[in-house]
């Protein structure tokens, strides 16, 4: 069965300082994996994906993140924060089991940025 | 990335009365519509998958003849809450399935969300 576990459910960080927000998965699938940022209110935004391509992927925002099969991860960093982006983010895979293709959630970070 | 509207934005209603949810996919057509429904300080919860032309596919627990949803045409999926009670007021968020250029290109486009209150 598929699952995400988001390792911490609130970070904190200065801007203009590394952000770091961790993923986990299991799957027994060859996975696809998102992050998404959702803003108080609003829907959520794709941050960035990886689809079996590159392990190192680029997003938007400056967002980054790596596939790690070894590790089962798919973290999430930007070198430097800024103060837009704190919001909850959101770490998800894609069940590629059967035709009904649900993506399972993690529970989300909540990523504050202090000045 | 694709566009998902969402309509209306926010929603207030008596309880007992029927309130309908729009999803559109504004520039790729999506044969499949996912809705969600978000508690405070939660993540998301799926409540149906939508598929068009077909039946909707429901999550255990979501109350099929509650949440009636309706996926007419490849960019339209509709949420229909039917006599609503205090307890339905939530976030109800859509997304839609771009299928990409293969399985494993696949991404779900969100829907802004629709806030209802029921009085």
């Known amino acids: 069965a598929q699952s995400v576990t988001q390792l911490d459910s609130h970070v904190s960080v200065s801007e203009g300082t590394p952000v770091l927000l961790r993923c986990n998965y299991s799957s027994s699938y060859s996975p696809s994996l998102f992050w998404y940022v959702q803003h108080p209110n609003k829907g959520l935004q794709l941050l960035l994906k990886y689809t079996s391509a590159a392990t190192l992927v680029k997003g938007i925002n400056g967002f980054e993140a790596e596939f790690k099969k070894s590790e089962t991860s798919f973290h999430l960093t930007k070198p430097s924060a800024h103060m837009s982006d704190a919001a909850e983010h959101f770490c998800g895979v894609i069940d590629h089991a059967g035709n009904n293709r649900k993506l399972i959630w993690g529970l989300g970070t909540s990523l504050a940025v202090n000045p | 990335g694709a566009v998902v509207s969402q309509h209306p934005s926010r929603v207030i209603c008596k309880s007992g009365t029927s309130v309908k949810i729009e999803c559109r996919s504004l520039?790729?057509?999506?044969?499949?519509m996912f809705w969600y429904r978000q508690f405070p300080k939660q993540s998301l919860m799926l409540m149906a998958t939508?598929?068009?032309?077909?039946?909707?596919?429901?999550e255990q627990g979501v109350e099929k003849d509650k949440f009636l949803i309706n996926h007419a045409s490849l960019t339209l999926s509709t949420l229909t809450v039917t006599s609503a009670h205090p307890e339905d007021s939530s976030f109800y968020i859509c997304s839609a399935r771009d299928p990409g250029t293969g399985p494993y290109q696949e991404t779900q486009y969100f829907g802004p969300g629709t806030r209802l209150l029921v009085l």
């Open positions: 520039d790729f057509q999506a044969t499949t």
């Open positions: 939508s598929n068009e032309g077909s039946k909707a596919t429901y």
